[in-house]
Protein backbone atom coordinates (compact mmCIF):
# COMPACT_ATOMS: atom_id res chain seq x y z
CA UNK A 1 0.00 0.00 0.00
CA UNK A 2 1.45 3.05 -1.11
CA UNK A 3 1.52 6.62 0.40
CA UNK A 4 -0.06 8.66 -1.61
CA UNK A 5 -0.90 12.64 -2.03
CA UNK A 6 -1.88 14.37 0.79
CA UNK A 7 -5.12 15.08 1.44
CA UNK A 8 -6.01 16.87 4.44
CA UNK A 9 -4.10 18.01 8.42
CA UNK A 10 -6.66 18.29 11.41
CA UNK A 11 -5.57 19.05 14.78
CA UNK A 12 -3.98 15.67 15.43
CA UNK A 13 -3.80 13.63 12.13
CA UNK A 14 -3.00 13.88 8.46
CA UNK A 15 -5.08 12.18 5.77
CA UNK A 16 -3.29 10.55 2.61
CA UNK A 17 -4.72 9.39 -0.48
CA UNK A 18 -3.23 5.76 -1.42
CA UNK A 19 -3.01 3.51 -4.58
CA UNK A 20 -6.93 2.64 -3.42
CA UNK A 21 -9.22 4.86 -4.25
CA UNK A 22 -11.53 3.62 -1.60
CA UNK A 23 -8.38 3.12 0.78
CA UNK A 24 -6.63 6.44 2.94
CA UNK A 25 -4.31 6.39 5.41
CA UNK A 26 -4.39 7.69 8.52
CA UNK A 27 -0.78 9.49 10.46
CA UNK A 28 -1.55 10.12 14.09
CA UNK A 29 0.50 13.25 15.28
CA UNK A 30 1.89 14.02 18.59
CA UNK A 31 0.17 17.53 18.73
CA UNK A 32 -2.34 17.93 21.29
CA UNK A 33 -4.86 21.05 21.15
CA UNK A 34 -7.78 22.40 23.27
CA UNK A 35 -10.00 25.26 23.28
CA UNK A 36 -10.83 25.74 19.29
CA UNK A 37 -6.38 25.28 18.78
CA UNK A 38 -5.81 28.22 20.97
CA UNK A 39 -3.83 25.69 23.62
CA UNK A 40 -1.28 24.07 21.59
CA UNK A 41 1.36 21.78 22.70
CA UNK A 42 3.19 18.89 21.38
CA UNK A 43 3.20 15.53 23.68
CA UNK A 44 6.20 13.15 22.85
CA UNK A 45 4.61 9.93 21.55
CA UNK A 46 0.89 10.61 22.17
CA UNK A 47 0.38 10.21 18.21
CA UNK A 48 1.68 6.28 18.70
CA UNK A 49 -0.13 5.70 21.55
CA UNK A 50 -3.59 7.46 20.08
CA UNK A 51 -2.61 5.04 16.66
CA UNK A 52 -2.81 2.07 18.96
CA UNK A 53 -5.91 3.12 21.22
CA UNK A 54 -7.75 3.35 18.53
CA UNK A 55 -7.29 0.72 16.44
CA UNK A 56 -8.02 -1.42 19.73
CA UNK A 57 -11.31 0.27 20.09
CA UNK A 58 -12.11 -0.37 16.15
CA UNK A 59 -10.84 -3.74 16.25
CA UNK A 60 -12.95 -4.62 19.13
CA UNK A 61 -16.33 -2.82 17.27
CA UNK A 62 -15.98 -5.02 14.48
CA UNK A 63 -15.49 -7.67 16.10
CA UNK A 64 -19.30 -6.82 18.08
CA UNK A 65 -20.27 -5.81 14.90
CA UNK A 66 -20.32 -2.45 14.48
CA UNK A 67 -18.94 -1.57 11.07
CA UNK A 68 -15.81 1.11 11.39
CA UNK A 69 -12.83 2.84 8.58
CA UNK A 70 -10.44 0.28 10.55
CA UNK A 71 -8.65 -1.70 7.80
CA UNK A 72 -5.74 -2.30 9.54
CA UNK A 73 -2.25 -0.50 11.22
CA UNK A 74 0.31 -0.13 8.81
CA UNK A 75 3.11 1.52 11.35
CA UNK A 76 3.65 2.81 14.52
CA UNK A 77 1.42 6.00 13.59
CA UNK A 78 -0.43 5.28 10.34
CA UNK A 79 -3.72 3.40 9.92
CA UNK A 80 -5.24 2.34 7.23
CA UNK A 81 -9.13 3.25 7.00
CA UNK A 82 -11.77 3.13 4.61
CA UNK A 83 -12.14 6.46 2.91
CA UNK A 84 -15.04 8.57 3.65
CA UNK A 85 -17.10 11.43 3.45
CA UNK A 86 -17.70 12.93 6.80
CA UNK A 87 -20.77 13.72 7.95
CA UNK A 88 -19.93 17.34 9.84
CA UNK A 89 -21.71 16.41 12.76
CA UNK A 90 -19.91 15.66 15.84
CA UNK A 91 -21.66 13.25 18.03
CA UNK A 92 -21.21 13.11 21.84
CA UNK A 93 -22.54 10.26 23.76
CA UNK A 94 -22.25 10.96 28.17
CA UNK A 95 -22.90 8.71 30.64
CA UNK A 96 -21.75 11.03 33.15
CA UNK A 97 -21.64 14.99 33.70
CA UNK A 98 -18.56 16.89 32.78
CA UNK A 99 -17.04 19.49 30.56
CA UNK A 100 -19.31 21.96 28.69
CA UNK A 101 -22.21 19.92 30.02
CA UNK A 102 -21.59 20.33 33.58
CA UNK A 103 -21.19 24.21 32.65
CA UNK A 104 -24.03 24.43 30.79
CA UNK A 105 -26.50 23.13 32.59
CA UNK A 106 -25.23 23.48 36.07
CA UNK A 107 -24.61 20.16 36.62
CA UNK A 108 -21.55 19.58 38.85
CA UNK A 109 -19.25 16.65 37.29
CA UNK A 110 -19.11 13.35 38.19
CA UNK A 111 -23.07 13.49 38.27
CA UNK A 112 -24.47 10.22 36.69
CA UNK A 113 -26.89 11.23 34.28
CA UNK A 114 -30.02 9.05 35.09
CA UNK A 115 -30.11 8.65 31.04
CA UNK A 116 -27.20 8.20 28.56
CA UNK A 117 -27.40 11.93 26.74
CA UNK A 118 -26.60 12.42 22.83
CA UNK A 119 -25.35 15.59 21.53
CA UNK A 120 -24.53 17.30 18.08
CA UNK A 121 -22.65 19.95 17.14
CA UNK A 122 -21.87 21.19 13.94
CA UNK A 123 -18.03 20.00 13.01
CA UNK A 124 -16.96 23.58 12.67
CA UNK A 125 -13.94 25.11 14.48
CA UNK A 126 -14.59 28.66 12.99
CA UNK A 127 -17.88 28.42 14.88
CA UNK A 128 -16.29 26.44 17.56
CA UNK A 129 -18.44 23.54 17.02
CA UNK A 130 -21.63 24.78 17.77
CA UNK A 131 -24.50 22.45 19.39
CA UNK A 132 -27.26 21.79 17.12
CA UNK A 133 -30.16 19.98 16.76
CA UNK A 134 -32.37 17.81 14.27
CA UNK A 135 -34.09 20.63 12.78
CA UNK A 136 -30.59 22.22 12.08
CA UNK A 137 -28.95 19.18 10.74
CA UNK A 138 -31.95 18.30 7.90
CA UNK A 139 -32.44 22.05 7.79
CA UNK A 140 -28.95 22.49 6.73
CA UNK A 141 -29.02 19.22 4.91
CA UNK A 142 -25.95 17.84 6.70
CA UNK A 143 -27.55 14.66 6.89
CA UNK A 144 -30.60 12.49 6.04
CA UNK A 145 -33.32 11.80 8.81
CA UNK A 146 -32.43 7.65 8.16
CA UNK A 147 -28.74 8.88 8.52
CA UNK A 148 -29.66 10.11 11.53
CA UNK A 149 -31.52 7.00 13.00
CA UNK A 150 -28.63 4.90 11.79
CA UNK A 151 -26.02 7.25 13.50
CA UNK A 152 -27.65 7.30 17.09
CA UNK A 153 -28.12 3.57 17.04
CA UNK A 154 -24.70 3.28 16.51
CA UNK A 155 -23.62 5.41 18.94
CA UNK A 156 -25.64 3.98 21.64
CA UNK A 157 -24.12 0.39 20.40
CA UNK A 158 -20.39 1.84 20.78
CA UNK A 159 -21.31 2.92 24.50
CA UNK A 160 -22.66 -0.41 24.94
CA UNK A 161 -20.25 -2.02 24.17
CA UNK A 162 -17.09 -0.13 25.44
CA UNK A 163 -18.75 1.06 28.76
CA UNK A 164 -18.35 -3.13 30.29
CA UNK A 165 -15.24 -3.13 28.28
CA UNK A 166 -13.52 -0.46 30.23
CA UNK A 167 -15.36 -1.14 33.23
CA UNK A 168 -13.42 -4.49 33.47
CA UNK A 169 -10.34 -2.56 33.48
CA UNK A 170 -10.73 -0.51 36.00
CA UNK A 171 -12.00 2.56 33.59
CA UNK A 172 -14.70 4.60 33.77
CA UNK A 173 -16.02 5.94 30.54
CA UNK A 174 -17.81 9.21 31.19
CA UNK A 175 -18.12 10.65 27.62
CA UNK A 176 -16.90 10.15 24.52
CA UNK A 177 -17.01 12.09 20.69
CA UNK A 178 -17.80 10.28 17.65
CA UNK A 179 -17.97 11.11 13.73
CA UNK A 180 -19.23 9.00 11.25
CA UNK A 181 -19.13 9.48 7.30
CA UNK A 182 -20.21 7.75 3.98
CA UNK A 183 -18.52 5.33 2.25
CA UNK A 184 -20.44 4.20 -0.98
CA UNK A 185 -24.30 3.16 0.77
CA UNK A 186 -22.95 2.76 4.05
CA UNK A 187 -22.43 4.53 7.12
CA UNK A 188 -19.09 3.88 8.59
CA UNK A 189 -17.68 4.99 12.55
CA UNK A 190 -15.16 7.41 11.48
CA UNK A 191 -12.15 9.25 13.01
CA UNK A 192 -10.63 7.93 16.45
CA UNK A 193 -11.61 6.66 20.16
CA UNK A 194 -8.72 7.73 21.74
CA UNK A 195 -8.26 9.53 25.15
CA UNK A 196 -8.02 12.74 23.03
CA UNK A 197 -12.08 12.53 22.58
CA UNK A 198 -13.05 10.30 25.27
CA UNK A 199 -13.20 10.77 28.97
CA UNK A 200 -11.64 7.80 30.98
CA UNK A 201 -11.67 7.80 34.99
CA UNK A 202 -10.01 5.62 37.06
CA UNK A 203 -12.92 3.67 38.32
CA UNK A 204 -11.31 3.46 41.89
CA UNK A 205 -9.44 6.81 42.14
CA UNK A 206 -11.84 8.74 39.94
CA UNK A 207 -8.07 10.14 38.56
CA UNK A 208 -8.57 11.68 35.03
CA UNK A 209 -6.73 9.52 32.69
CA UNK A 210 -7.53 11.65 29.24
CA UNK A 211 -7.22 14.90 27.50
CA UNK A 212 -8.30 16.82 30.38
CA UNK A 213 -5.40 16.88 31.93
CA UNK A 214 -3.99 18.77 29.04
CA UNK A 215 -7.01 20.87 29.09
CA UNK A 216 -6.11 21.66 32.50
CA UNK A 217 -2.54 22.02 33.04
CA UNK A 218 -2.35 19.17 35.25
CA UNK A 219 0.53 17.05 33.84
CA UNK A 220 1.52 13.39 33.14
CA UNK A 221 -0.69 13.14 29.93
CA UNK A 222 1.51 10.68 27.94
CA UNK A 223 1.67 9.06 31.19
CA UNK A 224 -2.14 8.74 31.42
CA UNK A 225 -2.34 7.59 27.56
CA UNK A 226 0.28 4.70 28.55
CA UNK A 227 -1.46 3.68 31.69
CA UNK A 228 -4.95 3.21 29.38
CA UNK A 229 -3.00 1.61 26.81
CA UNK A 230 -1.26 -0.87 29.42
CA UNK A 231 -4.60 -1.61 30.99
CA UNK A 232 -6.66 -2.71 27.70
CA UNK A 233 -3.56 -4.42 26.28
CA UNK A 234 -3.78 -7.14 29.19
CA UNK A 235 -2.85 -5.78 32.86
CA UNK A 236 -5.14 -5.11 35.30
N1 LIG B 1 -14.81 16.13 22.35
C1 LIG B 1 -13.94 15.96 21.31
N2 LIG B 1 -13.80 16.95 20.38
C2 LIG B 1 -14.51 18.10 20.44
C3 LIG B 1 -15.39 18.28 21.51
C4 LIG B 1 -15.53 17.27 22.46
O1 LIG B 1 -13.30 14.91 21.19
O2 LIG B 1 -14.35 18.96 19.55
C5 LIG B 1 -14.96 15.06 23.37
C6 LIG B 1 -14.33 15.43 24.69
O3 LIG B 1 -13.01 14.94 24.76
C7 LIG B 1 -15.21 14.75 25.68
C8 LIG B 1 -16.59 14.75 25.03
O4 LIG B 1 -16.34 14.90 23.64
O5 LIG B 1 -14.81 13.40 25.88
C9 LIG B 1 -17.50 15.84 25.53
O6 LIG B 1 -16.83 17.07 25.46
P1 LIG B 1 -17.46 18.43 26.00
O7 LIG B 1 -18.66 18.76 25.19
O8 LIG B 1 -17.63 18.32 27.47
O9 LIG B 1 -16.44 19.53 25.58
P2 LIG B 1 -15.11 20.04 26.22
O10 LIG B 1 -15.28 20.06 27.70
O11 LIG B 1 -14.11 19.05 25.72
O12 LIG B 1 -14.99 21.38 25.60
Not at 130 to 152: K, T
Not at 190 to 212: A, H, M, N, V, Y
Amino acid sequence: MKKGEFLYEGKAKKIYRTDDPELYLVEFKDDATAFDGVKKDSLADKGILNNRLSAIFFELLEEKGVETHYEKTVSEREMLVKSLEIIPVEVIVRNIAAGSLSKRLGIPEGTVMKKTVLEFSLKDDELHDPMINHYHIYAMDLAEPEEMAEIEKVALRVNELLVPYLRDKGITLVDFKLEFGRHGDKILLGDEISPDTCRFWDSSSQEKLDKDRFRRDMGGVVEAYREVLRRLEGGE
